[in-house]
């Protein structure tokens, strides 16, 4: 595997479609983000979404004049509009989609520029629906989104349940801005493949706390973050994900919908979790920061200051890693991850071998904008092969895609 980089020549072209609804006024964070991002971002409002949105204010956030019905006929260099852009699109986002929008697409209507332009292109399709709970549920509306799913176009963004516009509280709400712009970064990466599917994959994360008392722990800055970036480029690309994890904030954990999560605390938990959950795992990922050692008691009351061991005594915790490896079927594929400081690749080549890996991903925790707690990382992935691949820094989504890109062209 040759070194990797994240560089390209022209910005991605996404275009954004905005149907009727209240929810429309969050896409306007995700128009915003894009062209900050130095992303080529066009806008198509529907005349039921120009009621809630000015076509100025896209206009504006994506410093590109927005689309309406009354440009539907205009012609750009000689060519209809909706041929233009739907041959321009790398990505087209529909959100809010909405009830009525949602029945066009699903038949194949095209009434307007927004459902002309997607019958005129052939590139992904993401969609936020976003409407009141009964309409959500009605058996024609539920028919419509199966059925469109149906087209491997297609990608879902499911609705989330809360309080609605309407004062209602159930599913309706649209995906949140950075659930969407996650899902956006995913497919034009991936370009809508879904080269994971028919895959469960078994991800841990974060970090484990070994208990003095209740109020005090052995443990690392690992937030989690990586591993949560793992599982969603793994669901975006059509795979199963179950992920374990350690203690997150909670803003985190509001981004794992459509995964199975469960969450522990100590390294014997997350050892009783992986294995629990390994007979059913295809790849199994060991990304959490855990814990070597534990004290050797553990008070129940906090234990005052005065009361403190001088010395501390420390137990070993359970090798989760060397078990998964003894324990699972020929077919399994584990991958580690190792945290490193100074020379990043030999005690992961180490590690590799002694733990019976098919490959490690060895990371620098000792440099900036990498490691523990950030947005950003670089990596080295090592496999029992012999394949090298420098992840140059990046954003840890897209590190994760290029993880997932590498393992599937060694094979695994």
């Known amino acids: 595997m040759a070194s990797s980089s994240t560089a390209v020549d022209a910005p991605r072209r996404v275009l954004i479609g905005i149907s009727g609804g209240i929810a429309a006024y969050k896409i306007c964070s995700v128009i915003s983000s894009l062209a900050k991002a130095g992303l080529a971002v066009r806008v198509v409002l529907t005349q039921q979404g120009q009621a809630f949105i000015p076509p100025l204010t896209v206009a504006t956030l994506a410093r590109h004049p927005a689309y309406t019905d009354e440009n539907f006929w205009q012609a750009t260099q000689g060519r209809p509009l909706h041929i233009e852009l739907g041959e321009w699109a790398e990505l087209l986002v529909i959100a809010p989609l909405s009830a009525n929008t949602l029945g066009k697409l699903a038949y194949g209507l095209a009434d307007n520029l927004l459902t002309n332009t997607v019958l005129a292109s052939t590139c992904p399709v993401l969609l936020a629906p976003a409407m009141n709970t009964d309409m959500w549920q009605q058996q024609a509306v539920q028919r419509n989104w199966h059925q469109l799913l149906q087209d491997p176009r297609y990608h879902s963004l499911e609705p989330g349940s809360g309080i609605l516009a309407c004062d209602r509280i159930g599913t309706g709400r649209m995906a949140e801005p950075e659930d969407i712009l996650t899902h956006i970064h995913s497919l034009l990466h991936s370009g809508g493949r879904r080269d994971l ?122 090798d989760i890693v060397a078990d998964l490896s003894q324990k699972r079927s020929p077919h399994q594929r584990l991958i580690g991850f190792a945290a490193q400081t100074g020379d990043i690749v030999s005690p992961a080549l180490d590690k590799l071998q002694r733990k019976g890996l098919d490959a490690i991903v060895a990371n620098p925790v000792d440099v900036a904008g990498s490691g523990f707690g950030g947005d950003r990382n670089q990596a080295v992935l090592l496999t029992k092969t012999g394949d090298q691949l420098t992840i140059s820094p990046c954003t840890k989504l897209e590190m994760a895609h290029q993880i997932w890109d590498a393992l599937l062209q060694a094979g695994f």
């Open 197 to 318: 599917s028919g895959k469960h994959l078994l991800i841990s994360t974060g970090s484990t706390r070994e208990f003095l008392d209740p109020v005090r722990f052995i443990g690392n800055p690992a937030s989690g973050k990586m591993g949560v970036a793992l599982a969603q480029a793994a669901l975006h690309r059509g795979a199963t994900v179950t992920l374990v994890h350690g203690p997150m904030d909670e803003s985190l954990k509001a981004r794992l919908g459509g995964i199975q999560t469960i969450s522990i605390t100590t390294a014997e938990e997350m050892h009783r979790a992986m294995l629990t959950n390994l007979p059913q795992a295809d790849w199994i990922v060991m990304a959490a920061a855990v814990a070597d050692v534990k004290p050797a008691t553990q008070a129940s009351t906090k234990l005052a200051k005065a009361d403190l061991p001088e010395a501390l005594p420390l137990t070993q915790v359970p």
